[in-house]
């Protein structure tokens, strides 16, 4: 149904409305609302409207958690939500970076809230999965930005640890060749 009705419909504009329309429909049920919230937020961020891919990120994650908190069919359940919830919190740090290299001055007071409130979407993502390497690269990057080449380090360490140890030898050997950002020094915690 998501497929035919929100997924595969073309243009961007016309996907995103077709989307919409579905989730106004009160006998969809609340297991399809976090994959279309998903659909949207891809779509506003293939159209590089940053500020709704990251709104709807967000009602995904929400309606997301929601369904988490009902009694699971089955215990292998729960470990796949979490790795999934994990995913979206480093989705939504994505954007959220790509929101704040678009549309603030680099060292601006905007960027650098925008900054902080990315670093804590990858904390989360790896609250929920401590061997999430791509939320520990991300979150180095952000370290390092904020002049705390320590735990920049201690971060990069660990996603090329835990990348290697997912299997994915290609991101390891890459992160080891990372050269994080320079500091800013105006982003400098007090």
């Known amino acids: 149904m998501i497929d035919k009705e929100c ?104 960027a650098r809230r925008g900054a902080a409130e990315e670093q804590g979407n990858y904390t989360l993502a790896l609250q929920y999965n401590p061997m999430n390497y791509r939320a520990y690269r991300y979150r180095a990057e952000i370290h390092s930005l904020l002049c705390d080449s320590a735990s920049a380090a201690q971060d990069m360490e660990a996603a090329v640890r835990f990348a290697a140890e997912a299997g994915d030898e290609t991101t390891a050997r890459d992160y080891k060749r990372v050269t994080l950002s320079a500091c800013i020094p105006a982003w400098r915690r007090d």
């Open 7 to 110: 997924r595969d419909v073309l243009p961007a504009q016309a996907k995103i409305q077709a989307c919409l329309n579905l989730l106004s429909d009160r006998r969809l049920s609340t297991a399809y609302i976090a994959p279309i919230n998903s659909e949207i937020s891809s779509t506003f961020q293939s159209l590089r409207d940053y500020d709704n891919a990251i709104k709807y990120k967000k009602i995904e994650i929400e309606r997301a958690q929601s369904a988490a908190k009902q009694p699971a069919a089955s215990a292998d359940a729960l470990p796949a939500s979490f790795g999934a919830m994990s995913q979206r919190y480093t989705e939504l740090g994505t954007l959220q970076a790509l929101n704040r290299l678009t549309s603030f001055n680099s060292q601006s007071d905007e």
